[in-house]
């Protein structure tokens, strides 16, 4: 069965996949490879994870106000789908947006003219399957993910569709999606892919292109003026700096290198010429995704920049990786390009090449599904050991001595609300806000000690899961006062940015 053969079930489907562009899109390896990346989604999809605990099961548990950062009022929807339904839908509806952002850029990038044709079903898969953005697994960036999906229909909208109807869903689409604020920057890019085909129909009438479309091009601006009007940011998260400002500089210099290096080579190397393209487009992708981020500092300074960007991406690197939530696109361009620059004879074996990095990112996404697994089952072991043994003092501290941190998913570390969350759900949310939760010991004698134990590695985890249904997790609470001892605080084991190549196989560090 091919990847097309679904299409061809019936002319009407033909015909609308046709009008839309979709036609060719590789719908069976996108399905499979997909749901075996990310499947694991529904084995934790009623888990809590971060800041889920404060903004969705225990409203208020902090007293952390989410309303201060200016987010768009729609994001409330977000909040009604959750108490009319719980968790498993939301991890379901980001099962689906990310796989229906893939289809519309399918669609998109069939309008990118430096784009092959012989390459579209590759971009799509990459795009789809490059092993970004693991945090969709929290609740609380769940309007990420439908500010994501909203951006790529609105442009599907505006580039591939020609009725009128379609470019106003696009305009609404797009208004929407700047619920991300990062959008808002983005929204360069299918502003120039528009105008670059309005281009071609209509030569340099520029004045007249941007008379016609004021009003999808000051969208930001509008955004920006209601926010500011009926939603506005009342506290700060994060603050811009100088050291901020010459990092982003730093990188700054760095693209516009890179960027006159490519155009040179662009000039000598008429061979490789549509790959240069697509390597330019890539890099500008990839920095314009990344302006925000980096003047605020949240993926690196300078020339820090590119070993963090692995990182993030590859390695232990707590929630970070949503900093890279727009970099697929600009990625997957730039691995076709950069295969366009091998050798002729290595050309013969593109597709295999291909498949090779797609199987690489499919494993990458099962270890860091199975991370997720591992630790929900962690949290899941510690509710149980504190149910049934509930505290009977009313307030009091209890003690988190956490002896199994190699094993938190990317490495994040579990905060206050984290501790106070799985206590709320043992005990009670009443309970929890009594107690004064802590990781590790401290100097109070009368406290209730948590000490959690467990396998030493990922891989001897999977093994205990494999042959006990059982991750092989040991959760031991104790009244006895000063029963914490500092030498139980265990330091953390730092095995390196690559999981899959120094934990994930059993390697202690």
Same mark, same amino acid.
């Given at each position: 069965?091919?990847?097309?053969?679904?299409?061809?079930?019936?002319?009407?489907?033909?015909?609308?996949?046709?009008?839309?562009?979709?036609?060719?899109?590789?719908?069976?390896?996108?399905?499979?490879?997909?749901?075996?990346? /990310?499947?694991?989604?529904?084995?934790?999809?009623?888990?809590?994870?971060?800041?889920?605990?404060?903004?969705?099961?225990?409203?208020?548990?902090?007293?952390?106000?989410?309303?201060?950062?200016?987010?768009?009022?729609?994001?409330?929807?977000?909040?009604?789908?959750?108490?009319?339904?719980?968790?498993?839908?939301?991890?379901?509806?980001?099962?689906?947006?990310?796989?229906?952002?893939?289809?519309?850029?399918?669609?998109?990038?069939?309008?990118?003219?430096?784009?092959?044709? +012989?390459? %579209?079903?590759?971009?799509?898969?990459?795009?789809?399957?490059?092993?970004?953005?693991?945090?969709?697994?929290?609740?609380?960036?769940?309007?990420?993910?439908?500010?994501?999906?909203?951006?790529?229909?609105?442009?599907?909208?505006?580039?591939?569709?020609?009725?009128?109807?379609?470019?106003?869903?696009?305009?609404?689409?797009?208004?929407?999606?700047?619920?991300?604020?990062?959008?808002?920057?983005?929204?360069?890019?299918?502003?120039?892919?528009?105008?670059?085909?309005?281009?071609?129909?209509?030569?340099?009438?520029?004045?007249?292109?941007?008379?016609?479309?004021?009003?999808?091009?000051? %969208?930001?601006?509008?955004?920006?003026?209601?926010? +500011?009007?009926?939603?506005?940011?009342?506290?700060?998260?994060?603050?811009?700096?100088?050291?901020?400002?010459?990092?982003?500089?730093?990188?700054?210099?760095?693209?516009?290198?890179?960027?006159?290096?490519?155009?040179?080579?662009?000039?000598?190397?008429?061979?490789?010429?549509?790959?240069?393209?697509?390597?330019?487009?890539?890099?500008?992708?990839?920095?314009?995704?990344?302006?925000?981020?980096?003047?605020?500092?949240?993926?690196?300074?300078?020339?820090?920049?590119?070993?963090?960007?692995?990182?993030?991406?590859?390695?232990?690197?707590?929630?970070?990786?949503?900093?890279?939530?727009?970099?697929?696109?600009?990625?997957?361009?730039?691995?076709?390009?950069?295969?366009?620059?091998?050798?002729?004879?290595?050309?013969?074996?593109?597709? /295999?090449?291909?498949?090779?990095?797609?199987?690489?990112?499919?494993?990458?996404?099962?270890?860091?599904?199975?991370?997720?697994?591992?630790?929900?089952?962690?949290?899941?072991?510690?509710?149980?050991?504190?149910?049934?043994?509930?505290?009977?003092?009313?307030?009091?501290?209890?003690?988190?001595?956490?002896?199994?941190?190699?094993?938190?998913?990317?490495?994040?570390?579990?905060?206050?609300?984290?501790?106070?969350?799985?206590?709320?759900?043992?005990?009670?949310?009443?309970?929890?806000?009594?107690?004064?939760?802590?990781?590790?010991? +401290?100097?109070?004698?009368?406290?209730?000690?948590?000490?959690?134990?467990?396998?030493?590695?990922?891989?001897?985890?999977?093994?205990?899961?494999?042959?006990?249904?059982?991750?092989?997790?040991?959760?031991?609470?104790?009244?006895?006062?000063?029963?914490?001892?500092?030498?139980?605080?265990?330091?953390?084991?730092?095995?390196?940015?690559?999981?899959?190549?120094?934990?994930?196989?059993?390697?202690?560090?």
């Amino acid at each position: 069965m091919s990847d097309i053969a679904v299409a061809e079930s019936g002319t009407r489907l033909q015909n609308f996949l046709d009008r839309a562009g979709l036609r060719g899109f590789p719908w069976k390896t996108a399905t499979i490879l997909y749901t075996i990346s /990310w499947g694991w989604l529904f084995i934790v999809r009623d888990s809590f994870w971060g800041d889920d605990w404060d903004e969705f099961k225990f409203r208020g548990l902090t007293n952390f106000d989410y309303y201060a950062f200016g987010f768009a009022p729609w994001k409330r929807t977000i909040y009604w789908l959750f108490e009319a339904f719980g968790p498993a839908p939301i991890r379901l509806l980001t099962f689906v947006c990310f796989y229906l952002s893939s289809i519309f850029l399918f669609g998109i990038i069939k309008k990118f003219e430096f784009v092959e044709k +012989s390459s %579209l079903q590759s971009v799509s898969l990459l795009f789809l399957l490059v092993p970004f953005n693991t945090v969709r697994v929290g609740l609380n960036v769940f309007f990420y993910t439908t500010a994501y999906m909203y951006f790529f229909a609105a442009w599907f909208c505006l580039v591939c569709l020609k009725s009128k109807g379609a470019k106003i869903i696009g305009v609404a689409l797009f208004f929407l999606s700047f619920q991300m604020f990062t959008l808002l920057v983005f929204f360069v890019v299918p502003m120039a892919h528009y105008f670059y085909i309005g281009f071609q129909k209509f030569g340099f009438k520029s004045l007249e292109w941007i008379l016609k479309n004021s009003v999808l091009l000051s %969208l930001p601006i509008i955004y920006w003026l209601l926010r +500011s009007r009926f939603w506005p940011l009342t506290s700060e998260y994060h603050v811009i700096t100088r050291n901020k400002i010459v990092g982003f500089l730093t990188v700054l210099v760095i693209f516009i290198l890179l960027v006159i290096i490519l155009s040179v080579f662009y000039y000598l190397l008429k061979k490789f010429r549509r790959s240069l393209i697509l390597m330019s487009v890539e890099i500008s992708l990839m920095f314009v995704g990344y302006v925000p981020y980096l003047i605020y500092g949240l993926v690196g300074y300078g020339l820090n920049v590119p070993v963090n960007y692995l990182v993030i991406m590859l390695g232990r690197s707590d929630w970070f990786s949503r900093h890279q939530i727009l970099q697929p696109l600009g990625f997957s361009i730039l691995l076709i390009g950069v295969i366009g620059l091998l050798p002729s004879i290595a050309m013969r074996f593109k597709s /295999w090449i291909v498949g090779v990095i797609l199987a690489i990112s499919v494993v990458f996404n099962v270890a860091f599904g199975f991370e997720y697994v591992v630790d929900h089952s962690k949290q899941m072991s510690i509710v149980a050991a504190l149910a049934a043994k509930p505290n009977r003092t009313a307030g009091g501290e209890i003690q988190m001595v956490d002896q199994t941190t190699f094993l938190n998913a990317r490495q994040r570390s579990y905060r206050e609300r984290d501790w106070l969350g799985l206590v709320g759900l043992a005990e009670g949310i009443d309970s929890a806000k009594k107690l004064n939760v802590v990781g590790g010991c +401290s100097e109070n004698p009368n406290t209730r000690l948590v000490l959690i134990q467990g396998p030493e590695t990922h891989w001897q985890a999977l093994k205990n899961w494999v042959s006990d249904r059982d991750m092989g997790f040991k959760v031991t609470v104790d009244d006895t006062p000063g029963a914490c001892k500092p030498e139980m605080v265990t330091s953390e084991k730092v095995s390196g940015a690559i999981p899959i190549l120094f934990y994930f196989t059993g390697a202690k560090g």
